[in-house]
């Protein structure tokens, strides 16, 4: 289902919202008969459990819990840890790398994990060549992992690498014998998992409602034997895709969290409501345009500043990401990189765009203005484009879609928008997510939705990933990043911190980088006080 709109900037204007006023009676407890049960509404839909089909930081709360990995994020500040690796080596020259497995660890039919899940895990991601497999591709060839006995695999890298044990916790271990058995046509298994589970994590999936939920169960069975005190028997991923519809299920006691993004005006009144609370996430995130430059006339630098001094920016931050949000220079937020001093965003001019367009007499079509449904800073975002393009004379129009039709719209030169509106959050904890994976020639379709080459970048790019010195590191995605900036590759707009908003019922939830999920198995609900009589 999609939505089209031709309106103008005045819709903004329009009242976005439905009555709160049961805010300020503050959340009943969820619906739950024993208070362990957790719903969390999602602003996009849950088209697959398969943790390898994807790689997208929307869809990751419920591959982090019915799946584990070698190595977790954990802990504030962040950390990377061993998981289901208890210990590793890693060769003097950085390429091999040997791992020993846990011992008591098992899968949710309770078969212990082996190294050969390892290698059919990595084979299978590079098979299908989706998720993370455009990262490790590069690093790993396929037959190059091996099963030295069953509780040791060792990989073998191509060239060393910084980023390998940092794309750990992306790399879910699947239950191998499980997916042979359920494989239809060479398939790995990849329809089977559509809806079905072959993990270890702490949580077993139980069933997919009619609505669309996703309802997973405590896995009692699971090695580690940190869980809190009182912990969540039962999780729901509820899928809704109108904020507003979300923040009135948690009002009601419906949902106990709200994932997705808001606008100020909802979250002040959120944070004055009682019994609301606030959990902000540090991971560095950044909010861009995404430029299709592979078509005409996108692929003209020219234009592309047109479209860029055609964006408010500053409207749309103060409108929409209110305070704390930090101006974008270069795609790579500002605790990872810093752009050149002389270096500036085009600023919002109409007329400067209009005298421009005049010299370049540029052959356009009507421009597709992407927005993911259910995000309303995607969506404003696209109407404020629509707004610059209309006061330019320029066709156009907006196409809203639930989050899986974006992200396979981002896979396809043909069908991907013009301009496409989205936060790009960290997946690993690395300036590699916003320019390495956004950028690379290698990577059309495959992280690079905008078909942009710039090769001299490029060269910059592969020598950052492969320094291991972190001073070079980040100089050399600086020097590409501000060569992107300049030729306006994209539109870079801001950096802000991603809150998530939870019953005060609710506690110990835990923040993941994977996806700026939460981790719920520190988490607990509180049961409703009695009244006495």
């Excluded at 400067?352 to 993911?372: S, V, Y």
Aim: glycine share 6%; hydrophobic share 45%.
């Amino acid at each position: 289902m999609q939505w089209r709109w031709r309106t103008r900037l005045d819709i903004l204007l329009l009242a976005v919202g439905m009555c709160l006023a049961t805010l300020a009676a503050g959340i009943a407890p969820a619906n739950a008969e024993d208070g362990s049960r957790l719903v969390i509404a999602t602003s996009t839909p849950i088209d697959t459990l398969d943790p390898h089909a994807n790689f997208d930081t929307r869809r990751a709360g419920v591959r982090l819990q019915l799946y584990d990995g070698l190595f977790r994020w954990q802990g504030s500040p962040l950390r990377i840890a061993p998981w289901l690796a208890q210990s590793y080596t890693v060769s003097e020259d950085g390429r091999t790398f040997r791992f020993t497995l846990r011992k008591n660890a098992s899968f949710h039919d309770g078969r212990e994990i082996r190294a050969s899940d390892v290698v059919y895990s990595i084979e299978r991601i590079l098979a299908l060549k989706r998720g993370v497999a455009p990262l490790l591709s590069g690093l790993i060839s396929p037959g190059s992992t091996k099963a030295i006995d069953p509780l040791t695999v060792e990989f073998s890298l191509n060239r060393a690498s910084p980023l390998f044990l940092t794309l750990l916790p992306e790399l879910s271990i699947v239950n191998a014998e499980l997916l042979k058995a359920n494989e239809i046509n060479n398939d790995w298994g990849r329809n089977w998992l559509q809806n079905n589970d072959a993990g270890s994590g702490g949580y077993v999936f139980k069933k997919r409602t009619p609505a669309g939920s996703v309802v997973a169960a405590r896995f009692a069975g699971h090695w580690n034997p940190a869980w809190s005190e009182r912990p969540i028997e039962e999780v729901e991923w509820r899928p809704m895709l109108d904020p507003e519809a979300r923040i009135a299920a948690l009002t009601r006691g419906d949902v106990h969290v709200l994932q997705g993004t808001y606008v100020p005006g909802d979250l002040s009144r959120l944070r004055q409501a009682r019994g609301v609370a606030f959990l902000t996430s540090d991971n560095p995130r950044a909010f861009v345009g995404v430029l299709q430059a592979a078509r005409e006339p996108m692929k003209l630098p020219a234009f592309r500043k047109v479209l860029a001094q055609a964006f408010h920016t500053d409207w749309f931050t103060s409108s929409t990401l209110g305070d704390g949000a930090v101006p974008l220079v270069i795609p790579i937020p500002p605790s990872l990189a810093s752009p050149p001093a002389d270096l500036q965003r085009p600023a919002y001019d109409i007329a400067a765009a209009r005298d421009a367009l005049a010299k370049l007499k540029p052959q356009t079509k009507e421009l597709t203005i992407g927005a993911i449904a259910g995000d309303p800073h995607s969506e404003r975002a696209a109407l404020i484009m629509l707004d610059g393009l209309n006061k330019l004379g320029l066709p156009a129009h907006i196409i809203a879609e639930p989050w899986p039709a974006v992200a396979n719209r981002m896979r396809d030169e043909k069908q991907m928008y013009d301009i496409l509106f989205l936060w790009r959050g960290a997946r690993y904890l690395d300036a590699n997510n916003w320019v390495g994976e956004m950028f690379s020639c290698d990577l059309f379709g495959s992280g690079n939705a905008s078909w942009h080459c710039n090769r001299d970048a490029d060269k910059l790019i592969k020598e950052a990933q492969g320094a291991a010195d972190p001073k070079v590191r980040r100089q050399a995605f600086e020097k590409a990043a501000a060569m992107l900036a300049e030729e306006h590759a994209g539109l870079f707009i801001a950096s802000a911190k991603r809150p998530i908003i939870h019953s005060k019922a609710v506690k110990g939830l835990q923040l993941s980088p994977v996806g700026e999920a939460i981790d719920i198995r520190s988490a607990t609900i509180e049961a409703p006080r009695s009244s006495t009589p």
